[in-house]
């Protein structure tokens, strides 16, 4: 569904990106994972298109899109959910999920979307008419899920999604990841908890300093030694 | 609650002059009233987008001249010797005249800046009204310069099949200010409760969640930019019609002052905010005047405005809704930023 061959990115003379290739078959749930500042970020934000790729191909459903506008991947059907739940703070939460479906002109499914995500998160229900800045930091979280499928995305992609939670909020929140994945949709998950993250993939990369240097089944990387060392304490 | 208090400002002078005929008042309101049209269209940029305006009293300023030119008709010769003559036209045609060329200029405006927004707009826009006012005062042929453009037809409005009026009297141009006002207001409102006002708000609130969204951030910014610039036009032009006399200095920095205090503070971001500073900033030199110089007046203007910023930091409009429902501490501050509780180890 995505391929990206030899991706190459960069912010002024810093190269974030160094020759990324990966792969995201339909229905799969696929990880990146790595040390912070590796390029995980950095590739979700050029495959939306937030960052002009240098060099590389980033090919979905056959498209290409790399460079291409945000907009334009978003309507090609690429959610990306970014790091931090920061939303549209002063904005109500029904009026943050609107921005999720900002690009859709189907009134009447939208509508069915917003249902949807109600019925998925009822605290968002509960709490729609009030500033998204005054949830708490797990109820952002369902927020910026939520305005992530309101655009009815066949690939979503979530940067960090468990940062900053309570450990129980984390473990819900990949669970509604991975029952994203079992409605249908493909997940790409960048997560710094390597552990959870690989528990959770169907397969997954590892990313240092801007190249793949391991990928595979999330339970072959468990295993890995290298992976081990770095990323699970041993 | 606030959103009851443009209706009621606007039945409140609308049943005025059933029972005050004191023209300076009535002056005074209907020139407070022009100055809030201005206000209203600043809010639109900077409460909704966050992008301040500091030129803005270029575009009311070019509404004028163009409201009046149209007016009065104007004979200029251009380079290479071509002249443009143009016989005076209909002053409404003056009007819709106003807001085309402003809408014009803010979209030029807003073309050039909004690529880099933030402070190069606020540059651009300061540099574009003294350009302007630049223009105003050496392009003798055609503004009179200095001398200012004199004579200025009254606005008349012709009704189908009730004929057409000048408006001559006080009274008459309170009512189009107000009706004026009203449109500009729901022009406004209207925009920003839709799907393009969602648009602005998420580029002010988060611009790079926005565009990851799909917002367009130039595209929305430079369509805000027009249609703020427009409905300055418009006040413009009821500015031109009304004093019947235009010169350079409606192109002053203290103009756009005026109007980005009215805006800051009725509450930026808010429909009624413009409406509530205007209210105030219009009627205070009126409940001044039996008591102190117009010099003295300047003083209390000031004391008035850091009361108002210092009491209520954004503005009366969201402090009266805060008092009203009662929940006046979680509206007076600000929603908590996201911080992660945890900073999780990576």
Redesign the interface.
């Known amino acids: 569904m995505l391929e990206i061959r030899d991706l190459e990115c960069g912010y002024g003379p810093v190269a974030a990106l160094k020759g990324v290739s990966l792969g995201v078959g339909e229905g799969e749930l696929v990880a990146l994972i790595g040390a912070n500042g590796a390029g995980k970020s950095t590739t979700l934000r050029a495959i939306s298109g937030l960052v002009k790729p240098r060099a590389g191909s980033i090919k979905f459903r056959g498209e290409e899109i790399a460079g291409a506008d945000p907009a334009h991947v978003l309507a090609a059907g690429v959610a990306h959910c970014p790091e931090g739940r920061r939303g549209f703070p002063y904005m109500s939460v029904a009026d943050n999920l609107a921005m999720g479906a900002y690009l859709r002109r189907d009134p009447i499914k939208v509508r069915e979307d917003f249902d949807r995500v109600y019925s998925d998160f009822p605290r968002l229900a509960e709490r729609r008419a009030q500033p998204a800045g005054t949830l708490s930091g797990g109820e952002q979280q369902m927020l910026a899920i939520g305005r992530a499928l309101m655009s009815r995305p066949k690939l979503v992609m979530f940067d960090e999604p468990s940062l900053g939670l309570a450990p129980t909020i984390v473990e819900q929140t990949l669970g509604i990841i991975r029952s994203i994945r079992d409605d249908g949709a493909t997940v790409l998950l960048v997560e710094q908890n390597a552990f959870a993250a690989l528990e959770l993939c169907d397969h997954a990369y590892l990313i240092e300093t801007g190249r793949v240097v391991r990928k595979g089944a999330g339970k072959e990387l468990i295993a890995d030694p290298l992976v081990r060392a770095a990323y699970l304490g041993g | 609650m606030t959103r009851f208090v443009p209706p009621l400002v606007l039945v409140a002078l609308a049943l005025l002059p059933l029972g005050l005929k004191d023209p300076y008042i009535l002056n005074a309101l209907i020139a407070g009233g022009i100055f809030t049209i201005g206000a209203i269209s600043l809010n639109l940029l900077l409460g909704y987008t966050g992008q301040l305006s500091l030129g803005h009293i270029a575009f009311f300023g070019i509404g004028a001249y163009a409201s009046a030119l149209t007016a009065l008709g104007f004979d200029v010769g251009l380079f290479g010797g071509v002249r443009i003559v143009h016989e005076g036209w209909h002053p409404f045609i003056g009007f819709l005249m106003a807001i085309l060329v402003s809408g014009l200029c803010g979209y030029v405006v807003g073309r050039l800046s909004f690529r880099v927004r933030g402070a190069y707009f606020v540059i651009v826009t300061i540099c574009f009204a003294e350009v302007v006012r630049l223009v105003a005062l050496n392009w003798v042929e055609l503004t009179q310069g200095p001398l200012a453009l004199t004579s200025i037809p009254q606005m008349k409005l012709g009704f189908p099949g009730l004929g057409e009026t000048t408006l001559r009297t006080k009274t008459q141009n309170l009512y189009l200010m107000l009706g004026v006002a009203t449109l500009a207001y729901l022009v406004v409102a209207r925009l920003v409760h839709s799907?393009f006002g969602?648009?602005m708000?998420?580029l002010k609130?988060?611009e790079?969640?926005?565009?990851?969204?799909?917002?367009?951030a130039t595209k929305t910014l430079t369509v805000a930019a027009t249609i703020s610039a427009a409905i300055a036009g418009a006040a413009g032009s009821l500015y031109a019609h009304y004093f019947r006399i235009i010169d350079p200095d409606v192109f002053l920095f203290s103009y756009t002052v005026t109007m980005v205090i009215m805006v800051v503070s009725g509450g930026k971001g808010t429909l009624a905010g413009p409406v509530i500073g205007g209210l105030i900033f219009g009627t205070l030199p009126v409940a001044l005047r039996p008591y102190m110089a117009p010099e003295a007046q300047w003083i209390v203007y000031g004391a008035v405005l850091i009361l108002i910023l210092f009491l209520m930091p954004r503005g009366v409009a969201p402090w009266l809704d805060g008092l009203l429902s009662g929940r006046r501490k979680?509206a007076s501050e600000?929603?908590?930023?996201?911080?992660?509780?945890?900073?999780?180890?990576?």
């Open positions: 799907r969602r648009a708000r998420g609130e988060n790079q969640l926005a565009m990851s969204v799909g917002v367009n979680a600000k929603p908590p930023a996201a911080q992660p509780q945890l900073e999780g180890g990576a």
